[in-house]
């Protein structure tokens, strides 16, 4: 079946997250190399981001010290992202995915303020779907549910075979966005991304890339059918 449209996950798909974690280990008082290379290895041994951070503080958790450092920093960069954070294939790679007439959308588990963040980058999409304001975090099923929402009220009539969800995750991005009926593209960069596409689970993507350039000519080759 064709792909009509195509939906992106955002950290590591669009946005280079380097800085936001670097910011996270200044907060947790960590040197940031000690910090990448220990989330490397709780990644590499299969787990996730954030066992790393209770390793440097017991407890951690996520919304309430996102919370308590907006509060104390309520106009600091923390967890944001802007422009300068955007991986450089993403507007023209997006370029390239529009002139094929595909329909391009993001959803991806991001807080609040993502959205405006991403809106005010003018990327050309035809809608955004964020997270923490559906009330639903991937790889929950609901999430795709409410993306699959996003997707027809952009392109009624879309069916799950016609997406192509796009992620840097295996566990987050490819099981889950397969079993609610869509098509997959695993993309090979990122804290995840690398490690992801050497785990077998990584052979259910569609395709596994390394940028939006190999995603655009493998469309164009294979998913235009």
């Known amino acids: 079946m064709t792909i009509r449209t195509v939906v992106f996950d955002v950290g590591e798909t669009l946005i280079d997250e380097t ?17 990448f290379g220990t989330i490397g290895g709780v990644i590499a041994s299969g787990g996730s981001h954030l066992e790393a951070f209770r390793l440097f503080s017991p407890g951690f958790d996520l919304a309430t010290e996102s919370a308590l450092w907006r509060d104390e920093d309520p106009d600091g960069p923390r967890e944001n992202f802007g422009p300068a954070d955007l991986y450089p294939d993403v507007r023209p790679g997006f370029a390239a995915l529009r002139a ?16 405006p963040s991403l809106e005010a980058m003018d990327l050309g999409v035809a809608g955004i779907g964020i997270s923490d304001v559906w009330g639903a975090a991937k790889p929950d099923p609901a999430f795709f549910d409410h993306t699959l929402d996003l997707v027809r009220g952009a392109r009624p009539g879309t069916e799950p075979r016609e997406i192509l969800y796009v ?19 695993l993309l090979r960069r990122g804290l995840y991304g690398y490690r992801h596409a050497e785990r ?26």
Not at 21 to 34: E, K
Request: proline share 6%.
């Open 19 to 35: 800085a936001i974690f670097a910011r996270w280990a200044d907060r947790l008082g960590v040197p940031h190399m000690t910090f």
């Open 100 to 115: 094929q007439g595909l329909t391009l959308l993001i959803a991806g588990n991001q807080p609040p303020e993502a959205g």
């Open 167 to 185: 992620g840097d995750r295996t566990d987050n991005d490819v099981l889950p966005a397969r079993a609610a009926g869509m098509r997959t593209a």
């Open 200 to 225: 077998p689970e990584a052979a259910r993507a569609d395709v596994v890339v390394d940028d939006l350039f190999g995603l655009d000519a493998w469309i164009a080759e294979h998913g235009r059918a």
